[in-house]
């Protein structure tokens, strides 16, 4: 996004002529900016050309999945939902892993049946359940066991996954139980060692740590594994000046793991995909004054977009036309739900605003819509598809009679 002329444009349009002809709250994407994404990703990795599996958690619109798979990403997914969505966009199932902590048998079976590339087990009973499932349909499933290396990500406690308190994964010692039990299981097959160490992540050091212990744990038990799933959690700036990723640093820790370990790796991004490819464009209903803070009142709240309630996230917040005037005071930038949690960002002399300015909450893209709900009988915002001057609805705004 740009400003040009004091008006703020995506790819070649105008936020205020979305507004006109859409309304809002409304999810825009940038079809460019999901193909630079997609297209750098790949050149940052493309000395041992990975299997990239884009986690579908992160977005659910098929529309943008199809685009997705139409430059040769596969899908991780953590529930038949999501398989199934997978699927419909068209997908190659051996491209696709099915990840998560809590499969129950009808997922198991399902994802059997749909001959994916692999199912990433994180239990003894999970893998004992798969096996028992394959025996009773006489296949041959590929399996993954996903390890917890006590590795801390450096990133917020929610969104960490692989210290030793969290639930995802097994130990060394469970590994290697398990790696022995999938020897003398006749209908499976240990295909990959699957990590996941945490999200937003934006500093190289916890991955070379972490392919630090999984280098040592493969050499101790002489296991040659097909695919080292080394998941994604690869971080964005959300901010001005904020710290990024250093990949030409993992890259060389990556290359360096492979000269021991000829084994194809397996990513699965989500944020690093799709997170700036999306913003919530909303109008100011009220401004409210409250002595030293103005309330900002916006048609867009935690329901349409929850992670600066769930996680305290921060979201930077554009208005659609630029004022060369301050407020002088502080804004808080609030929803209409009815919690005091539905807040997105409070701000010291913020441009002047007034009622029905619109407003841009950026860099939505990744568990924006995917983690929004209908909390207080709201429907869900439509969302577009932004390339060039085309404008697509890739998914009506909900009414109320789809809710009541």
């Given amino acids: 996004m740009k400003y040009k002329n004091k008006k703020l444009i995506i790819e070649k349009v105008r936020i205020e002529n979305i507004v006109k002809n859409y309304g809002t709250p409304a999810y825009c994407y940038s079809y460019n900016q999901l193909k630079n994404n997609i297209n750098n990703f790949k050149k940052n990795f493309k000395s041992f050309s990975p299997l990239i599996c884009f986690a ?106 692989g210290k030793k308190e969290n639930k995802f994964g097994v130990n060394e010692k469970t590994l290697i139980k398990l790696i022995n039990f999938c020897k003398n299981a006749k209908n499976l097959e240990l295909k990959c060692l ?37 998941g994604g959690g690869m971080g964005i700036s959300y901010t001005s000046g904020s710290k990024k990723l250093n990949y030409k640093k993992y890259n060389i820790a990556i290359k360096k793991f492979l000269k021991r370990n000829k084994s194809q790796i397996i990513f699965e991004p989500g944020r690093s995909i799709i997170g700036d490819v999306g913003c919530l464009v909303s109008k100011i209903i009220y401004i409210k004054k409250n002595g030293k803070k103005n309330f900002i009142i916006l048609d867009a709240g935690m329901n349409d977009l929850m992670r600066p309630a769930l996680y305290g996230a921060t979201h ?61 009988l709201r429907p869900k915002p439509t969302e ?21």
């Avoid at 390339?387 to 009506?396: D, S």
């Fill in 56 to 161: 579908i958690k992160f977005n659910t619109n098929v529309n943008l999945i199809r685009e997705i798979k139409k430059f040769g990403l596969g899908a991780d997914v953590v529930s038949k939902g999501e398989l199934i969505l997978a699927i419909k966009a068209g997908i190659n199932p051996n491209k696709i892993v099915f990840s998560g902590v809590g499969k129950t048998s009808e997922e198991i079976k399902f994802a059997i049946d749909k001959k994916i590339l692999l199912i990433n087990a994180e239990s003894e009973s999970e893998v004992k359940e798969i096996n028992r499932i394959a025996r009773l349909k006489k296949k041959m499933v590929h399996v993954g066991i996903r390890l917890n290396p006590n590795t801390d990500a450096k990133t917020i406690s929610q969104i960490s996954t």
């Fill in 316 to 376: 930077k917040t554009l208005p659609s036309i630029k004022r060369n005037k301050k407020s002088g005071t502080t804004y808080e930038f609030v929803g209409p739900i009815c919690e005091t949690t539905d807040k997105f960002l409070s701000v010291k002399n913020y441009q002047q605003l007034e009622e029905k300015d619109i407003i841009v909450i950026c860099d939505v893209g990744a568990y924006g819509m995917s983690l929004s709900s209908n909390y207080n």
């Fill in 384 to 404: 577009l598809l932004l390339n060039g001057l085309k404008i697509r609805i890739i998914k009506k705004r909900q009414k109320h009679k789809d809710l009541i």
């Fill in 194 to 230: 699957s990590v996941h160490i945490g999200s937003q992540i934006l500093d190289h050091k916890p991955y070379e740590k972490m392919l630090k212990i999984i280098d040592r744990i493969i050499t101790k038990i002489n296991y040659k594994f097909d695919f080292i799933d080394l």
